[in-house]
């Protein structure tokens, strides 16, 4: 039973389209965030949602646009594809906002843009 | 602007023997450090932590040894087992809120 799940795990698509990734947790943690994986191969955060509320958002493009209908889900959509949005894209989740750290992760959704 | 760093891209080791990776980071507002462990095709998973207050942690195999005036840990793994071989990230965090700082990781290979 996977703990944070992400949906797709591979997508590729041309240049210009918009997609969106699913995340969902079955940790009934409060705190979700999105990664990039960048071809230098740094994790670097995007976002931050606890209990769906945006708490973290770091220099990303606006065509990056984050949504948590609650608090087990946090989706990514991305308006205008570029190719510098080809990355790998984790999702993440922690048990609260204070917490340390410890972050559970998914696989992770490798996204090439053509 | 790398605020963690890791400067060893990989590191071999024979089974059996300790692995030493190492972690250096320039904010010194970071007080909460972690390893993490990915394989391929997976997400990262929490290896070990420490905290600014202490300058060692140990969990088992795993050891992690902080430096504050260096601003320099690492992560010792004895005995290495071939099943460790995976990329080992070190990450930090300022006291308030979680907003981790990832390196780029080390690929360590046990070889057997």
């Known amino acids: 039973d996977t703990a944070v799940s992400q949906t797709p795990k591979y997508l590729v698509t041309q240049m210009g389209n918009d997609k969106s990734i699913k995340c969902e947790q079955n940790?009934?943690?409060?705190?979700m965030y999105w990664y990039k994986q960048d071809s230098k191969k740094f994790l670097k955060i995007m976002f931050s949602y606890n209990n769906k509320e945006l708490i973290i958002n770091e220099t990303v493009p606006n065509r990056f646009s984050p949504k948590s209908p609650d608090k087990a889900h946090l989706n990514l959509h991305i308006n205008s594809l570029e190719l510098g949005d080809s990355a790998v894209y984790f999702c993440a989740s922690s048990r609260d906002y204070a917490n340390t750290g410890e972050l559970f992760f998914g696989e992770g959704s490798r996204l090439t843009v053509l | 602007d790398q605020q963690v760093k890791q400067n060893s891209p990989s590191l071999s080791v024979q089974e059996g023997r300790i692995s030493i990776l190492n972690c250096d980071y320039t904010n010194s507002m970071f007080d909460y450090f972690l390893w993490y462990k990915k394989y391929p095709a997976e997400g990262p998973t929490f290896l070990i932590s420490i905290s600014s207050i202490k300058d060692k942690n140990e969990d088992g195999r795993f050891t992690v040894f902080l430096n504050k005036s260096a601003k320099h840990l690492s992560l010792h793994i004895v005995p290495s087992q071939p099943g460790d071989s995976a990329v080992y990230f070190c990450a930090a965090s300022a006291i308030r809120g979680n907003k981790l700082v990832f390196g780029a990781g080390t690929i360590l290979r046990v070889k057997s």
């Open positions: 940790l009934g943690h409060d705190t």
